[in-house]
Structures are given as structure tokens and as C-alpha cells.
Nanobody, 127 residues
Framework: QVQLADSGGGLVQPGGSLKLSCAFS????????IGWFRQAPGKEREGVSC????????HYIDSVKGRFTTSRDNAKKQAYLQLTSLKPEDTAVYYC????????????????????WGQGTQVTVSS
């Protein structure tokens, strides 16, 4: 059974940085695309990025391009989301998720395209 565990959230000032991690177990890691989502209070869960399993092709929503970077280490079965130049509007619970479809097939499909989810990690951007 595939399991994901995300971590690395915290409280950071505007303009600051955080690095989120997603630990994968229970399957063949490079078979899965890893997406990062976030959900702010009162809002729907929003897809932020996706990184493909086989060639690490990345996709981002416009509001985080140039500020967030997703990566993966297939040998360690870990995925990462580096957050820089953080803004108060980035405040949310961040989740990693795994799908056995490639990113280009699912990036605009929303949470339903992903089969497995981490428990979430809180990111708060505030002065």
C-alpha cells in the first residue's frame, strides 16, 4: 500500500523560504507523478505543481512560477517543494499526492486524478 508523509511546514515571514518534503513508501516511486496541492481556510484544494515520475518534467500554476520549485530523488523515494519569496496568500495546508498518470495528463484535472495523499503540513506566511 502506497503511503505518503509530508513535512517541513512552519511559520515564515513574507519573502522567506521553506522546503517541504514528501516521503514515499509501499510502491515503486518512479512509477508515480507527485503533485503538490494546497488548501487555505474556506477555499478549495488547489493544485500547485506536478513532477513526472520517469523524466521529472515539472508543471506549475502561474501564481507560483519562478517562486516554487518541485524536485524528486528517486533513489531516496522523496519529493520536494522549495518555496521562496513567500507571500501571505501562500498560507495554506500543503499536501503531496501521487498518481500513476503522467503530469501532462492530469495537471489540470484537480485532486481526483491522484490516488494517494499525505496528511498535510501547515505553511503560514505572516509578519
Amino acid at each position: 500500500q502506497v503511503q505518503l508523509a509530508d513535512s517541513g511546514g512552519g511559520l515564515v515571514q513574507p519573502g522567506g523560504s521553506l522546503k517541504l518534503s514528501c516521503a514515499f513508501s509501499g510502491g515503486t516511486f518512479d512509477y508515480y507523478a507527485i503533485g503538490w496541492f494546497r488548501q487555505a481556510p474556506g477555499k478549495e484544494r488547489e493544485g500547485v505543481s506536478c513532477i513526472s515520475g520517469r523524466d521529472s518534467t515539472t508543471h506549475y500554476i502561474d501564481s507560483v512560477k519562478g517562486r516554487f520549485t518541485t524536485s524528486r530523488d528517486n533513489a531516496k523515494k522523496q519529493a520536494y517543494l522549495q518555496l521562496t519569496s513567500l507571500k501571505p496568500e501562500d498560507t495554506a495546508v500543503y499536501y503531496c499526492a501521487a498518481s500513476d498518470y503522467e503530469c501532462y495528463m492530469i495537471f489540470d484535472s484537480g485532486p481526483s486524478a491522484y490516488d494517494y495523499w499525505g496528511q498535510g503540513t501547515q505553511v503560514t506566511v505572516s509578519s
